[in-house]
């Protein structure tokens, strides 16, 4: 702690996707409580971004898109657009970086690019070695461990007191006037008291359920009088459709919620049926109830919800975890008959009943 003990501008790197930003929460909120008089900023990717507002403890989000994120190749060669980044880096003057990455990436990248921009204290985890890149090089927690656990771990090592009631629990702060959108969005369209919510969107198609399933899903639970609503971005628009054409009566919220509305209407839900995705980690920081469909693209242990209620379902399979965008096996890992999500979902439903009943 005595190194950045009395910095007065921190920069948090995430350059991921929706749900690492959420699950950065909890260190977000350790770092507010330890250093309350600074000012804090994520770097995010334009996902990542997308949601970091809605982060309790932050004063400004940057948008990066980095060569070393770049999963599928396609952003174009530009030495002099990456050099102009890091000047505009320096000139913000960062007294400290905490880099925050997945078990799989390398923090070395961001924290060289931090080196270049005069940035004096710069943190982050790897096996490997990297000279003097990092200042503080902290030893990470083994491969499986949840991303909540790996974000706070940094922390601990690098001298910030991690301690407090709830501290794992993700938290999103939902601004009033999201709320008030989210229920006229509903309203207009009928929905009213309790609905289920359908996400069937992921970042992979390796990650997605099948939508006609979605369909056969949403259905089912309309013959139980349950109103259905699909959520998703404007790349989802089909997907959605496709689901109303299955069950219709369905509503179709795809395209059009930003995702602080998202979070509202999670919020109102009843429970959420979705791939592993940012809805899944959206539900869990607002508290509702799911029912996961979980590819074989990941290990479960290093991503799954523990704040709500949660069923997670996946067929194993030889080539888990596989971490492919495409799959070429038919998706085997999600063959899952849609009578098996509804008979969990009722389940997940009835104990919510209970809960509130006896509560």
Not at 311 to 323: K, M
Request: hydrophobic residues 45%; proline residues 7%; positive net charge.
């Amino acid at each position: 702690m005595d190194a950045f003990k009395g910095a007065a501008r921190i920069l948090l790197v995430r350059l991921d996707n929706i749900g690492d930003v959420v699950m950065l929460s909890p260190a977000v909120r350790v770092l507010r409580r330890a250093l309350p008089g600074a000012r804090i900023t994520l770097l995010a990717s334009p996902a990542g971004a997308a949601v970091a507002s809605l982060l309790p403890g932050l004063d400004e989000v940057l948008v990066r898109r980095a060569p070393w994120q770049d999963a599928r190749g396609d952003m174009a060669f530009d030495p002099q657009r990456e050099q102009a980044w890091v000047r505009d880096l320096a000139m913000r003057s960062f007294d400290a970086a905490f880099i925050f990455t997945s078990f799989s990436q390398s923090p070395f990248p961001a924290a060289y690019a931090c080196y270049l921009a005069g940035i004096p204290v710069r943190i982050g985890q790897s096996r490997e070695f990297g000279g003097a890149v990092l200042t503080h090089w902290v030893r990470p927690l083994a491969d499986s461990a949840h991303q909540v656990d790996r974000n706070l771990h940094l922390l601990k090592e690098a001298g910030v007191p991690v301690r407090g009631p709830g501290l794992k629990a993700l938290r999103l702060a939902v601004p009033t006037e999201a709320h008030a959108r989210a229920e006229g969005m509903l309203r207009e369209r009928g929905v009213r008291g309790d609905f289920v919510v359908v996400a069937p969107g992921a970042t992979c198609a390796a990650r997605r359920y099948p939508a006609e399933r979605y369909g056969s899903v949403a259905a089912a639970l309309q013959s139980l009088g349950r109103q259905v609503v699909v959520v998703g971005g404007p790349k989802d628009y089909a997907t959605g459709e496709a689901v109303v054409a299955a069950a219709p009566g369905t509503v179709s919220l795809c395209g059009h919620t930003d995702l602080a509305e998202l979070a509202a209407v999670l919020q109102r839900a009843r429970l959420l049926i979705a791939n592993d995705s940012g809805p899944m980690h959206i539900a869990d920081a607002v508290g509702c109830p799911m029912v996961v469909l979980y590819a074989g693209t990941e290990l479960e242990e290093q991503w799954r919800p523990r704040t709500a209620p949660a069923r997670i379902l996946r067929r194993p399979t030889a080539c888990a975890p596989c971490y492919r965008f495409d799959c070429p096996y038919g998706l085997e890992c999600l063959r899952i008959a849609p009578a098996e999500v509804v008979a969990q979902a009722r389940a997940l439903l009835g104990e919510a009943l209970r809960e509130v009943a006896g509560g």
